[in-house]
């Protein structure tokens, strides 16, 4: 059976994914010029970047690429923007992209004309798919992986002018292509980029790819469920950038099926992806605001809390508007339902399962009680959420999705405070918590074991079963003292139980 090829946009199914293939050795003038990292011959014409004159060399540039075409002038721009950064990187490891060669870029390959009064130049679907074949054989070709990134860099980091949409557009069609093909380099440029640019824009690039493989084609998601081997790294930012898009505020933020599935599925096949990010960057003092997260682990927790009481708003609205009136629809969509719910359930065991292994991974990179990897501003807002969804529900007839997602909660609070992913006391959780629906396991969390003296009697670590007392209720006096009894006989020992048995990890009360 034929394997589905996704289109790349709206509009250019009728291209032969034949096309897609990259470009065959050089066959004449057309063929494209090899970029590699030793500096390439220089065409005919050709005027450096760098230097002094750089100024009007650059305009010198800029007059003999408008006497090419479309296609030929973004060849020749990649050229000469491989040959000038190459040699700043010899000079320094972090060049400055300056405004010469950004306006290069916008005008030649975004196709935004520099006068202002000029029309924009339009290219078409056959042109435009050529353009993504000549980007993705140069950071294919290109082995040098910091030449690559500033090129990517310059080419698709937003600059707040009316380039961003045309870059976005061309970025969402680049990456998809990559996926498509299994361009692993762009798929690592992608995935600094997400890293880097402001969380907006991130949002806007996992949405063109969930459209293109969850939405146009079915079953195409098996092509982006593939590249789990092939970049990890672009696999844990994607994660990142998908759970800030569905966030479960609405039923359209509620992330599809296809998707979910295949997050799942990375994630449970490998729960140490979506700490990729993290282990792997150098972490400043003060993470930038409006950013991607480290870690997708936040996003994932608020699926999991959230989802039993998202999916019984969004069946309740579909039964106050007259939706899945006759059987079948009901008992297709009571199925899908069930399918999601195993689904989150094997989620949140798999976050649990990463939280779990953060404490050696923190205290490795000196960050134990330093960072946290959930951080207690983004707990708020979630505690917020539900409070306000068990409100909007009605209690009697959503009491079971209601203690499941405060069970998932308290859980996940926990072991992130036991791990140090969670950095906050247990009065400011009693704070936060304290107008939610009771929960019984809830208020064992925000109240905490209390740490017994040493007693001979019991082992080292061990601790009793005897918390503070509940919000509301008051410690009761002591008791006095009551008459001795008589010894009674010896009986035999019982086995000790330890706090939370079964986690591998020391347990430490946070106070």
Known sequence: MAAHHPPFWPGRAAVSPARVAPPRAAEGPAASPRLSPAPPRRP????????????????????????????????????????????????????????????????????????????????????????????????????????RQI???ALFSPQGNKA????????????????????????????????????????????????DY?????????????IFSASPRFCCQFITSVTALYDLSSDDLIPPSDLLEMVVSWIFEDPRLILITFLNTPIAANLPIGFLELTPLTGLIRWCVKAPLAYKRKKKASLSNGHLTNKIAKDSATGADKDCHLLYSKLHLSVLQVLMMLQGHLTEKNLYGRLGLVPFDHVVPLVEEINRLSDELNPLNASKEIELALDRLAQA??????????LCTRDDLRTVCARLPHNN??????????????????????????????????????????PAHPAHPAL????VQTF??????PYRPIR
């Open 44 to 147: 005919p014409g050709y005027a450096r970047l760098s230097g002094p004159g750089r100024r009007s060399t650059m305009s010198d540039i800029r007059h003999s690429l408008l006497r090419r075409d479309a296609l030929s002038a973004a060849k020749e721009v990649l050229y000469h923007l491989d040959i000038y950064f190459s040699s700043q990187l010899q000079n320094a490891p972090l060049p400055i992209v300056d405004k010469g060669p950004i306006e290069l870029l916008e005008e030649f390959i975004f196709q935004v004309p520099k006068e202002r009064n000029s029309q924009p130049k339009r290219l078409n679907s056959l042109q435009e798919l050529q353009l993504l074949e000549i980007m993705c054989s140069y950071f294919q070709e290109q082995t040098k992986d910091s030449v």
């Open 151 to 153: 090129i990517f860099s």
């Open 492 to 495: 035999p020992a019982h086995p």
């Open 413 to 422: 609070l926990q072991v992130a405070m036991a791990s140090g992913a969670l």
């Open 214 to 226: 969850c939405c146009l084609v079915p079953g195409s998601i098996q092509t982006l469920k593939q």
């Open 441 to 482: 396991l809830l208020q064992l969390v925000i109240s905490g074991p209390v740490q017994q003296a040493t007693h001979a009697a019991l082992p080292p670590g061990f601790y009793p079963h005897i918390h503070t007392p509940p919000l509301g209720y008051p410690a009761h006096a002591a008791h006095p003292a009551l």
């Open 164 to 211: 961003d949409d045309g870059r976005m557009v061309l970025l969402g069609k680049l990456v998809s292509m990559a996926v498509a093909v299994c361009r692993v380099p762009v798929l690592e440029c992608a995935a600094s980029w997400l890293q880097r640019t402001p969380a907006i824009y991130s949002v806007r690039l996992a949405r063109a790819l969930v459209d």
């Open 500 to 505: 939370i048995p079964g986690m591998t990890f």
